[in-house]
């Protein structure tokens, strides 16, 4: 969450900002991206330290997101203030939608619209600029809400608003770019669609997917373009965790429970012309923990209630699924799971500035130290295709996976693993319990760590994004980067700036190009944009920015000029190569800057 916010929104956004005549909040950033990288040594960011250790790196991420979301908000007030914003009728203001990737976007957007108490508005449209209605659902409506304003070069203040908040789904948002809509004030009643009760079957569907709700709360996903039916997808699977926070291991009598024993509850939670979501919630009967000798799972039993969000729009190709649950039991594993139903031998995960491919059958590992796992970790994303065909399971910060060696090729995605140890010298997965002599260690139990049974609320994001073709040629990985990211929206009253309606702030092609960093130049007046090309073949590139290009040159990761700099500039565009699994980092001087 840190890392997607500093990268993908503050840095950028800080950019376009410093690019329109802003000061650029260098000092700050470092010392965001200071407090984020304390969190990473390597016993810290993959959850194998103390509790103390963790407790304070909490600490560490919310001042660094403290620090990212004052500067995000600051620039894109910033942006949305060099707008040319006319209002065509009184009380009218407008919502300008953000989107920071190289690509085009059409995702929803959940926002709050919020109007002066005074001012007594009880309706309201939302417009695009060809005044078209926007259909929205109203999540929630407040009455006298103080909230903060934040005029430009000015210290704050307070106001009272009444406050909406809305889903929409904004449509052909420019790729690091922004769209802008109107919002109307109105005395009718607006087309807006209030959550309502369940019809008859549980179905969503578009022009390329279907997705029919079973009774046990898994569903039926139909990629039409394919014709191909992945069935039984997500459910919820729990196992005995008699490890350690390095490895997970069974204990010797286990037992597993799955959600699609049962039947769950469903219902329609909202819905408008343009999405549709359902609510599903589960129940499982779990242990409550291992039992004192740590062989088995405790027959006392507690009730694991999950709720998981099932959303599709009217132009997705992917479904959205946000699941929440209070976590109340321990020393257990919680997965959810998808059977593709694929005859894959490999599967594709995103890696650091790479996309790995790994068996899915596992080595014999007779005489290993530890036994081979068929667990593995991924970043955005992990891929099962035949090559004519696949799924896709991206997801926020959810690191583990699994592709079962079952004939579904079941991917499995680790939500929470519940111990309480940091170092075990029983588990049975490995050779750690044993000396030379054949002898059991003196002291198994090593850094006793209760927090890592992770009690408490939380909440995963994650997505299912059928495609044709492999990951690489379908570009289905954008959607994972999508999915990821968002969008972000500011609300702005009128506004005497230059800017147009909507517009682009860099563009790149081809599309399947992935941008990793947008920064000013550390040393010089100059933008800075890292560039990956995950796939397997080069390509000839073409980057094109808001203003024209003065000069443009290849530069290494420290921001050092490259020997080899060949890039030819026309106007607002330049042109490069960028070699297969390459990383290539550009630096950018702009007329007017």
């Not at 191909?228 to 597993?256: C, I, R, T």
């Not at 699609?260 to 549709?276: C, G, P, R, V």
Request: charged residues 25%; hydrophobic residues 35%.
């Amino acid at each position: 969450k840190t890392q997607t916010l500093l990268e993908n929104w503050v840095e950028p956004w800080c950019s376009f900002a410093w690019v329109l005549g802003k000061e650029y909040p260098y000092s700050f950033l470092k010392a965001a991206w200071k407090l984020l990288l304390q969190n990473h040594p390597h016993d810290s960011i993959c959850g194998c330290s103390m509790d103390e250790v963790h407790q304070e790196m909490m600490v560490r991420f919310l001042q660094a997101q403290q620090i990212g979301e004052e500067f995000i908000t600051e620039s894109l007030s910033f942006i949305a203030r060099s707008i040319r914003l006319d209002r065509q009728k009184e009380k009218e203001s407008f919502l300008i939608v953000f989107n920071p990737l190289n690509c085009e976007k059409t995702e929803l957007v959940t926002t709050d619209i919020s109007f002066l108490h005074q001012d007594k508005v009880a309706n309201f449209e939302l417009l695009d600029r060809e005044s078209n209605n926007v259909p929205y659902h109203l999540d929630k409506s407040e009455k006298r809400v103080v909230i903060q304003d934040k005029p430009a070069d000015h210290f704050p203040t307070f106001k009272t608003v009444d406050r909406f908040t809305i889903t929409f789904l904004a449509k052909g948002v420019p790729a690091c770019g922004y769209k802008t809509y109107r919002v109307v004030p109105i005395s009718r009643k607006s087309n807006r669609l209030y959550r309502h009760n369940q019809g008859k079957g549980c179905i969503m569907e578009n022009q390329l997917l279907n997705v029919q709700i079973n009774q046990d709360g898994t569903f039926d996903l139909t990629d039409k373009g394919n014709r191909m039916d992945y069935l039984g997808l997500h459910y919820f699977e729990d196992s005995g965790d008699a490890g350690d926070e390095y490895n997970y291991s069974w204990p010797q009598k286990d037992e597993v429970f799955i959600s699609s024993a049962q039947k769950a509850k469903i219902k329609l939670w909202k819905a408008s012309e343009d999405f549709t979501t359902y609510r599903i919630d589960y129940k499982l009967k779990t242990p409550v923990s291992l039992t004192t000798d740590r062989k088995r799972r405790s027959h006392r039993k507690k009730l694991l209630r999950i709720t998981s969000y099932v959303t599709m729009h009217k132009e997705g190709r992917r479904v959205d699924i946000v699941t929440e649950l209070d976590n109340q039991v321990k020393d257990h594993r919680l997965r959810v799971l998808f059977p593709t139903g694929i005859k894959a031998d490999y599967s594709h995960a995103e890696s650091q500035f790479d996309v790995v491919s790994r068996p899915i059958k596992l080595p014999n590992g007779k005489g290993w130290f530890e036994l081979p796992t068929p667990t593995h970790p991924q970043n955005n994303f992990v891929d099962v295709n035949d090559g004519k065909k696949g799924i896709m399971v991206a997801s926020k910060g959810l690191t583990e996976y699994e592709v079962k060696d079952d004939h579904k090729r079941t991917i499995a995605i680790t939500l929470l693993r519940g111990v309480e140890w940091g170092a075990r010298g029983d588990l049975l997965n490995t050779m750690r319990a044993k000396r030379q002599d054949g002898k059991g260690e003196n002291n198994p139990e090593f850094m006793y760590t209760p927090g890592a049974q992770c009690l408490g609320r939380h909440a995963y994001y994650y997505s299912i994004i059928p495609h044709k073709g492999d990951w690489q040629d379908s570009l289905a990985y954008q959607q994972a980067y999508q999915h990821k990211v968002g969008l972000r929206t500011t609300q702005m009253d009128k506004s005497s700036g230059k800017l147009p309606f909507s517009e682009n702030f860099l563009t790149l092609h081809p599309s399947g190009l992935i941008v990793t960093a947008i920064k000013k130049c550390e040393k010089r007046e100059s933008l800075i944009v890292r560039i990956f090309n995950p796939e397997t073949r080069g390509v000839k590139a073409n980057m094109s920015f808001i203003r024209p290009i003065k000069n443009a040159r290849l530069v290494n990761l420290r921001e050092e000029p490259l020997k080899y700099n060949k890039i030819l500039i026309k106007g607002k565009n330049c042109y490069f190569q960028i070699g297969k699994k390459k990383i290539q980092t550009i630096e950018v001087v702009i007329y007017g800057v």
